[in-house]
């Protein structure tokens, strides 16, 4: 009997090292739906989540979208949502040999089939009903109303949540969050007290006043763990001689803001899909 309450009390200590944990996503995606994004540029970031992200969601997945612009703060809407988690793919019939293969065929199927057109449709829609919040590129705000969408779900609590789960045939999972920003991040709100448009003539002492300003008004948001990938970061200063500063300041701004609130730029480019295709892919 003692060397079965042995057996048990070692199984207790080590089978927690052994537990894999299994990481699911949740994918955050905040598109800039201003004026000075044109019909082009909005469809360039569309086909990016069409060709890149939709591809590459895993099996249990989140998908999130909303809109930065002027009603950022007044009007924020979930204009977009998607949970596989919540969906069944897999079939009785399905061989044990063939079964995951067979779920990811259907899933893939589904959002090729599906979902890409209705995310489509769907962001050209909301986007003519909110023209007239297309004034201003409220980023900040679009940042701090998007961490409703944050999720810290996981299966277990400690140790022995996962030993459980693991008698029982569960998975031990976790999800992360990925914050996908499509813009060119030059904030701009309806005060003005905000506008990036200036910064190719600010110096680093000056983006270091602006984020003292927002530490005291208590708007740099909570994204604690948060994965954070720009795509489209540009000027908007076309052949001046301050665009190449501007891009310099916006980017400076923005990796001290994430810091700040506990997130990871893991991507900032005009053009991020292999930034975005690789972390998804990785981490999948």
Same mark, same amino acid.
């Given at each position: 009997?003692? @060397?079965? /309450?042995?057996?048990?009390?070692?199984?207790? *200590?080590?089978?927690?090292?052994?537990?894999?944990?299994? @990481?699911?996503?949740? /994918?955050?995606?905040?598109?800039?739906?201003? $004026?000075?994004?044109?019909?082009?540029?909005?469809?360039?970031? *569309?086909?990016?989540? %069409?060709?890149? *992200?939709?591809?590459?969601?895993?099996?249990?997945?989140?998908?999130? *979208?909303?809109?930065?612009?002027?009603?950022?703060?007044?009007?924020?809407? +979930?204009?977009?949502?998607?949970?596989?988690?919540?969906?069944?793919?897999? &079939?009785?019939?399905?061989?044990?040999?063939?079964?995951?293969?067979?779920?990811?065929? +259907?899933?893939? #199927?589904?959002?090729?089939?599906?979902?890409?057109? =209705?995310? +489509?449709?769907?962001?050209?829609? $909301?986007?003519?009903? +909110?023209?007239?919040?297309? =004034?201003?590129?409220?980023?900040?705000?679009?940042?701090? %109303?998007?961490?409703?969408?944050?999720? /810290?779900?996981?299966?277990?609590?400690?140790?022995?949540?996962?030993?459980?789960?693991?008698?029982?045939?569960?998975?031990?999972?976790?999800? %992360?969050?990925?914050?996908?920003?499509?813009?060119?991040?030059?904030?701009?709100?309806?005060? &003005? !007290?905000?506008?990036?448009?200036?910064?190719? $003539?600010?110096?680093? @002492?000056?983006?270091?006043? &602006?984020?003292?300003?927002? #530490?005291?008004?208590?708007?740099?948001?909570?994204?604690?763990?948060? $994965?954070?990938?720009?795509?489209?970061?540009? !000027?908007?200063?076309? =052949?001046?001689?301050?665009? =190449?500063?501007?891009?310099?300041?916006?980017?400076?701004?923005?990796?001290?803001?994430?810091?700040?609130?506990?997130?990871?730029?893991?991507?900032?480019?005009?053009?991020?899909? @292999?930034?975005?295709?690789?972390?998804?892919?990785?981490?999948?």
């Amino acid at each position: 009997m003692k @060397k079965l /309450y042995a057996i048990i009390f070692w199984v207790l *200590i080590f089978m927690p090292s052994c537990s894999s944990i299994i @990481k699911r996503h949740n /994918y955050i995606l905040l598109i800039d739906n201003s $004026k000075t994004i044109n019909e082009r540029t909005l469809d360039r970031y *569309i086909n990016t989540i %069409e060709q890149t *992200i939709l591809p590459n969601l895993g099996r249990f997945d989140r998908l999130n *979208i909303q809109f930065i612009d002027e009603c950022s703060i007044t009007l924020p809407e +979930r204009i977009f949502m998607l949970d596989l988690a919540s969906m069944a793919f897999e &079939k009785d019939a399905d061989g044990l040999n063939h079964a995951a293969d067979s779920t990811h065929t +259907r899933m893939f #199927r589904f959002l090729k089939d599906s979902m890409q057109a =209705n995310l +489509r449709s769907t962001i050209l829609a $909301k986007r003519k009903e +909110r023209r007239e919040c297309g =004034n201003y590129t409220d980023i900040i705000n679009a940042l701090n %109303e998007a961490t409703s969408l944050i999720t /810290y779900e996981k299966s277990f609590e400690s140790n022995d949540d996962k030993i459980v789960n693991d008698a029982k045939g569960k998975n031990n999972y976790e999800y %992360e969050n990925c914050i996908i920003i499509f813009s060119d991040m030059v904030n701009e709100n309806r005060e &003005k !007290t905000f506008d990036f448009t200036q910064f190719g $003539k600010c110096n680093p @002492k000056e983006i270091e006043v &602006k984020m003292d300003e927002l #530490r005291k008004m208590k708007k740099i948001p909570g994204l604690s763990g948060c $994965k954070i990938l720009v795509f489209g970061a540009t !000027t908007t200063l076309q =052949n001046g001689g301050h665009a =190449n500063k501007q891009i310099e300041n916006c980017k400076l701004f923005w990796q001290s803001f994430f810091d700040e609130g506990g997130a990871e730029l893991v991507g900032y480019a005009y053009d991020a899909r @292999k930034e975005i295709e690789e972390y998804m892919t990785i981490n999948d």
